[in-house]
């Protein structure tokens, strides 16, 4: 199914299940930066990483991901905000089941408006297995339960949904670590690496789906060649625009 067809059909206004409304979704700060302070232009700062946007609504979708997977009702037990980034905000919602869903939402900082969402989304969708069988590189990455890149929708902000990674961070057992076990860590992650260094691009840019580009009837697919060496072209992606930081902050946007 075409992405922007998968796009519709999660974001659809059916009747919402019925979960437990908390304070936290209703609590003014969820929108705020509340992670650190700026010591020059703090309110230029915290105006950039304000975002409003509807919570409800984003249980709802995280309440209909997990009934698509259960088949059945599902009421959520908890909603947890998660520390603050620097360019998003992620809520966590925990269904009675113990599924749980992220939803992550950027703010006014994160990038170039539509664009650094619909590229994220692809990118983990090349890299990763949202879609197994379609799979580039088999970099593990949360699976997208729904996601939309421009504010005009129900959630009134561009957003992405996807299953909570499992495990836990691995700042919070580093220091316990011996030796031997850092290693193994630290050769995983350089085999991951190893991987997205052998595919070459025949283009510049940062990676869409087709659909999400303005030109799409005249993007080419994606060409490239495999970590095998083997040349490759993907029509589901296209090159577009690039999101890099190094190309947007600063005013370097304009």
Known sequence: MMAAQVRRQLTTTAPPSPYKRTAAAHDETLFQFTRGRFLTDEANELAKRHIRFNVDELARLAVQAAEAASKGPRPYIAIERLADGMHSKAIRFTMDNGFQAVGKVPTPNAGLPRLTTASEVATMDFIGHTLPSLSVLGTPVPKVLSWYS????????????????????????????????????????????????????TQYGSLYYRGDLDRSSSSPGLQYTDKDGNYAVDERFAVGPSVSRQNVDDGRAD
């Open 150 to 201: 421009s504010a005009d929708n129900p959630v009134a902000a561009e957003y992405i949904l996807m299953e909570n990674a499992r495990g836990v961070p691995l700042s919070s057992l580093w220091d316990k670590l011996g030796v031997r076990v850092k290693f193994k860590v630290l050769e995983k992650v350089a085999a991951y690496q190893q991987r997205w260094s052998q595919v070459r691009f």
